[in-house]
């Protein structure tokens, strides 16, 4: 079952937050982060595993809520490089391949 | 500085034609993944192997797709026949995976084309 992100699509301006979030269906062992710029390939930004433990990137930081089934990617004091599109991906037991959601496109503007 | 490399680029063929895509994943990594990415499907599983065993193909159309691990350097993805709706990004990822999550890492991507 894919996860579903939200929001679609954002515009920022370069310093404002914003909040992507991943839902699942199904309960969760792990959800994973990846940024993709246009016309290159996705690239891992982190992990974050069962217990709720928050794993940061640079500016960018996540939380897991078991219970939720959900997954927040928080961005702060944007730039413009973190313009892309932000997929979150879903994994069940650990040993299973990931699915990922249909992604998070993200402007950041001058 | 260690990546996962994908050949060709870039492949435009008419409906009909077979189009073989390669991938060298990382040296190391023993699990290795194709996907798919269209705009409607977003990024969709195809196949992936572990150790060059194939795990999960349910993703591929059986009767044109075939996704092979001649040797753990080398990943193939074959269509045959192509069709139009075959046109995508074609992307391959791989990672190590020794129990639990891990990260991937992707190919470029071969970007093809079904006329």
């Known amino acids: 079952q894919q996860p579903v992100q939200s929001p679609q699509a954002v515009i920022l301006r370069e310093g404002e937050d914003a909040v992507i979030n991943c839902s699942s269906s199904?309960?969760?062992?792990?959800v994973h982060w990846y940024r993709q710029k246009h016309g290159e390939a996705p690239v891992f930004l982190m992990i974050?595993?069962?217990?709720?433990e928050q794993k940061g990137h640079e500016k960018i930081s996540a939380s897991f809520n078991e219970k939720k089934q959900q997954s927040s990617l928080y961005l702060t004091a944007s730039q413009l490089s973190y313009s892309g599109t932000y997929f979150c991906?879903?994994?069940?037991?650990?040993?299973?391949?990931?699915?990922f959601g249909k992604g998070t496109r993200l402007s950041v503007i001058a | 500085d260690a990546r996962v490399t994908q050949t060709p680029r870039h492949k435009v063929t008419e409906m009909g034609q077979e189009v073989t895509m390669r991938c060298q994943p990382i040296?190391?990594?023993?699990?290795v993944f194709w996907y798919r990415q269209t705009m409607m499907q977003g990024l969709e599983l195809l196949a992936y192997?572990?150790?060059?065993?194939?795990?999960?193909d349910s993703g591929m159309p059986k009767d044109r797709f075939s996704a092979e691990m001649p040797d753990a350097t080398l990943a193939t993805l074959k269509i045959q026949p192509s069709e139009p709706r075959d046109s995508a990004v074609y992307f391959c990822?791989?990672?190590?995976?020794?129990?639990?999550?891990?990260?991937?890492?992707f190919g470029p991507g071969t970007r093809l084309t079904v006329t």
């Open positions: 990822a791989s990672g190590l995976s020794a129990g639990g999550s891990y990260e991937q890492y």
């Open positions: 199904k309960a969760l062992y792990s």
């Open positions: 974050l595993l069962k217990g709720g």
């Open positions: 991906g879903t994994d069940t037991s650990g040993n299973t391949p990931l699915v």
């Open positions: 040296l190391g990594h023993n699990t």
């Open positions: 192997f572990r150790n060059r065993a194939p795990l999960d």
